[in-house]
C-alpha cells in the first residue's frame, strides 16, 4: 500500500511538472502571436518594439539569478506554485500597457517571473526524474513544445476573430493560473537545501567559512561548461526559428508559403524527438545520446547548406531538429543534478547562458551572413553541434557519495 501510495504520489507530481512546463509554453506561445498587435496598437516602429522585447530579455536573465537561490533556500515546490500563477498573469499588464514607456517595465518584470518558474519546474523536474530513477526532462521539455504550438494557435485564433490583446490575454491567462494552483497540491514536498550538511566534515565546514567570498562569486567550472553547452545548443534553435524561411527563400528559392514549412518541419521533429528522448536517454545514457544528437543535427544542417536542393533542406532541418531536441534537456538534468544542493542555482546558471544563446543566436547567424553569405554563416550551428557532441562526456552522471545516517 505504501509502495502503492509513493507511485501515485510519482504521477501526480510528474502531471504537475508536465502542466507547468505546457503552461509556460502557451503562455509564451500566446504573446508572440500577439506582438503584431502589440506592435500595431502602440504605433511602434520596429526599433522600439525590439526595445520592449530586449526588457523582456534582460528581464528573463536578471530573474534567472535570484529564482536559483530563492529555488534552493525554499525549495522548489514552494516557489514553483506561486511562479506559474503570477506568470501566467504577469502577461496581462502589458497587454493593456498604453505606450512604450508601460510596455518596457511591464515587460521586464514578466521576463523575472518567467524565470521563477523556469528554474524551480526544471528544479523539481530532476527530483521527479530522481523519484522514478530514469530520464524524464525530454519530455518535460516536450510539454513545453506542445504547449508553444497551443498557445500560438490560440493566439491566431483570436488574432483571427478580432479580440483585443487584453481580452485575449484575460481570458487564457486567468484559468491557466487557477489550474496551475489546483495541480500544485500535486508537487512533491519541498526539500530547501541545507546550507550545512551533517555529514559535511568539519575541516570542509572550515574551508567553506575561510573562502565564502571566492564561493560564491564563482561559477563552478563544470557549471559554466555546461552552460556553454546549452549555450551552443541555443544557438541553433534560435538560428532555426529566424533564419530558416529566410535561407530556403532568398538562397533556394522557395515561395514564402513554402519557406515556412521550413521551420514547420523543425518544430514537428524537435517536438517528437523530445518525446522519444527519455526513452533513449534510459536505454543509451546521457553520454552516447548527446554524443550522437549533436553528430544527427551537424550532419541534417551540415548537408542542407552543401547541397542546396529544396527537398533536401526540408529533410535535413527535420534532423536539425531531431538531433538538438535531445541535447539542451539532458542538460538542464546533469545540471540539476551536479549538486543537489545547490539544483536551482546550477540550473539558473546553465538557463542563464542557455537563453542567451537563444536570443544572441540569430545575431550572431545575422551579423556573419553579411560579411560570409547565409549559408556560410548557418555553418556555425554545424560547428556547434559537433562540439556539443565532442563535450557529450562532461554530462556522465556523478557517483553519489552516501550520506551517513543519523
Same mark, same amino acid.
Given at each position: 500500500m505504501r509502495a502503492e501510495s509513493r507511485e501515485a504520489a510519482a504521477r501526480r507530481a510528474r502531471l504537475s511538472v508536465c502542466y507547468s512546463f505546457a503552461l509556460l509554453g502557451v503562455v509564451l506561445g500566446v504573446w508572440a502571436a500577439r506582438i503584431p498587435a502589440v506592435k500595431a496598437d502602440l504605433g511602434l516602429s520596429d526599433g522600439q518594439l525590439s526595445i520592449a522585447l530586449f526588457a523582456l530579455a534582460a528581464g528573463l536573465v536578471a530573474g534567472m539569478q535570484v529564482a536559483g537561490r530563492l529555488t534552493d533556500r525554499l525549495g522548489s515546490a514552494r516557489v514553483m506554485v506561486p511562479a506559474g500563477v503570477v506568470m501566467a498573469l504577469g502577461v496581462i499588464p502589458p497587454a493593456f500597457a498604453p505606450d512604450l514607456g508601460w510596455l518596457i517595465p511591464a515587460l521586464a518584470l514578466w521576463g523575472a517571473l518567467n524565470a521563477c518558474l523556469d528554474v524551480s519546474m526544471n528544479a523539481h523536474a530532476v527530483e521527479v526524474e530522481r523519484l522514478y530513477g530514469r530520464p524524464l526532462m525530454s519530455s518535460f521539455h516536450g510539454m513545453f513544445s506542445v504547449g508553444g504550438l497551443i498557445g500560438a494557435g490560440l493566439g491566431?485564433?483570436?488574432?483571427?476573430?478580432?479580440?483585443? *490583446?487584453?481580452?485575449?490575454?484575460?481570458?487564457?491567462?486567468?484559468?491557466?493560473?487557477?489550474?496551475?494552483?489546483?495541480?500544485?497540491?500535486?508537487?512533491?514536498?519541498?526539500?530547501?537545501?541545507?546550507?550545512?550538511?551533517?555529514?559535511?566534515?568539519?575541516?570542509?565546514?572550515?574551508?567553506?567559512?575561510?573562502?565564502?567570498?571566492?564561493?560564491?562569486?564563482?561559477?563552478?567550472?563544470?557549471?559554466?561548461?555546461?552552460?556553454?553547452?546549452?549555450?551552443?545548443?541555443?544557438?541553433? @534553435?534560435?538560428?532555426?526559428?529566424?533564419?530558416?524561411?529566410?535561407y530556403l527563400h532568398g538562397d533556394l528559392g522557395a515561395s514564402q508559403a513554402l519557406a515556412g514549412i521550413g521551420y514547420a518541419v523543425f518544430s514537428a521533429c524537435m517536438t517528437i524527438g523530445r518525446f522519444a528522448g527519455d526513452r533513449l536517454a534510459q536505454r543509451f545514457g546521457p553520454v552516447a545520446l548527446v554524443?550522437?544528437?549533436?553528430?544527427?543535427?551537424?550532419?541534417?544542417?551540415?548537408?542542407?547548406?552543401?547541397?542546396?536542393?529544396?527537398?533536401?533542406?526540408?529533410?535535413?532541418?527535420?534532423?536539425?531538429?531531431?538531433?538538438?531536441?535531445?541535447?539542451?534537456?539532458?542538460?538542464?538534468?546533469?545540471?540539476?543534478?551536479?549538486?543537489?544542493?545547490?539544483?536551482? @542555482?546550477?540550473?539558473?546558471?546553465?538557463?542563464?547562458?542557455?537563453?542567451?544563446?537563444?536570443?544572441?543566436?540569430?545575431? *550572431?547567424?545575422?551579423?556573419?551572413?553579411?560579411?560570409?553569405?547565409?549559408?556560410?554563416?548557418?555553418? *556555425?550551428?554545424?560547428?556547434?553541434?559537433?562540439?556539443?557532441?565532442?563535450?557529450?562526456?562532461?554530462?556522465?552522471?556523478?557517483?553519489?557519495?552516501?550520506?551517513?545516517q543519523d
Open positions: 491566431a485564433l483570436t488574432a483571427w476573430l478580432d479580440v483585443s *490583446i487584453g481580452l485575449t490575454m484575460v481570458m487564457v491567462n486567468v484559468p491557466l493560473a487557477a489550474v496551475a494552483v489546483l495541480v500544485g497540491r500535486w508537487l512533491l514536498p519541498s526539500q530547501p537545501a541545507q546550507p550545512a550538511r551533517k555529514a559535511a566534515s568539519a575541516a570542509e565546514s572550515a574551508a567553506e567559512s575561510a573562502e565564502p567570498r571566492r564561493r560564491r562569486a564563482l561559477w563552478p567550472a563544470a557549471v559554466v561548461f555546461m552552460g556553454v553547452m546549452a549555450f551552443s545548443g541555443s544557438v541553433g @534553435e534560435g538560428a532555426a526559428v529566424d533564419w530558416t524561411a529566410v554524443r550522437w544528437s549533436g553528430l544527427v543535427a551537424a550532419l541534417g544542417l551540415g548537408v542542407t547548406l552543401l547541397v542546396g536542393d529544396l527537398a533536401v533542406a526540408l529533410v535535413g532541418f527535420g534532423l536539425f531538429g531531431l538531433g538538438l531536441s535531445t541535447m539542451v534537456p539532458q542538460v538542464f538534468s546533469a545540471a540539476g543534478n551536479h549538486d543537489p544542493a545547490r539544483a536551482g @542555482e546550477a540550473i539558473a546558471q546553465v538557463a542563464t547562458l542557455g537563453y542567451s544563446g537563444l536570443m544572441l543566436g540569430p545575431v *550572431i547567424i545575422g551579423g556573419a551572413a553579411e560579411l560570409t553569405g547565409l549559408p556560410v554563416a548557418l555553418g *556555425i550551428p554545424v560547428v556547434l553541434c559537433v562540439f556539443m557532441s565532442a563535450s557529450a562526456v562532461s554530462l556522465r552522471p556523478r557517483p553519489r557519495v552516501p550520506v551517513p
